[in-house]
T-cell receptor, first 110, second 114 residues
């Protein structure tokens, strides 16, 4: 089992604030994914980062893959209530090997 | 397209009862997966099927069996349910790409074992 630790576990912020979620592991991954999950639904893929040091932007969300391919971060600028949800990172270690992090539950208060 | 569908959405069992969770996908994906999600533990892989006719164990296979009925359908069976199997179960499908391995999830089945 390849463990991915996410921090913080819970985050409650006011609308308009910025935040960063971290995903750390001692294992090296081929690539790393971020999913968002809303209550009562399955996770939905947001992004896949492939190259060490890669930065991808998706509107107000910025994803970074660590140089050593062991860690990643998700930064949200000017958070909105629609960003509320459970954010999961997942490390890809070959076909059919996807290891999920422990999750960060974000609440954005209007 | 419906994507990945799961039935039932909710289920309550008594210890020792059996049941089968159904999953179907209409995206022509080769690979299908069963995960369980427990608070504070993320998603853990139970079983997966890389292609029609094959199944393999994941991280937590004990107490479960699976059947890949055809390319579209992948079922999960609990032969004798235990309270430790109370969880939310997700089915997923994907293209089995070693680098991207993007997976698409169903809405989940919430199972309670009393």
């Amino acid at each position: 089992t390849q463990l991915l630790e996410q921090s913080p576990q819970f985050l409650s912020i006011q609308e308009g604030e910025n935040l960063t979620v971290y995903c750390n592991s001692s294992s090296v991954f081929s690539s790393l994914q971020w999913y968002r999950q809303e209550p009562g639904e399955g996770p939905v893929l947001l992004v896949t980062v492939v190259t060490g040091g890669e930065v991808k932007k998706l509107k107000r969300l910025t994803f970074q893959f660590g140089d050593a391919r062991k860690d990643s971060s998700l930064h949200i600028t000017a958070a909105q209530p629609g960003d509320t949800g459970l954010y999961l990172c997942a490390g890809v270690a070959g076909a059919n090997n996807l290891f999920f992090g422990t999750g960060t539950r974000l609440t954005v208060i209007p | 397209n419906a994507g990945v569908t799961q039935t039932p959405k909710f289920q309550v069992l008594k210890t020792g009862q059996s049941m089968t969770l159904q999953c179907a996908q209409d995206m022509n994906h080769n690979s299908m997966y069963w995960y369980r999600q427990d608070p504070g533990m993320g998603l853990r892989l139970i079983y997966y099927s890389a292609s029609e006719g094959t199944t393999d164990k994941g991280e937590v296979p004990n107490g479960y069996n699976v059947s890949r009925l055809n390319k579209r359908e992948f079922s999960l069976r609990l032969e004798s349910a235990a309270p430790s199997q109370t969880s939310v179960y997700f089915c997923a499908s994907g293209l089995n790409n070693a680098l991207y391995n993007e997976q698409f999830f169903g809405p989940g089945t919430r199972l309670t074992v009393l």
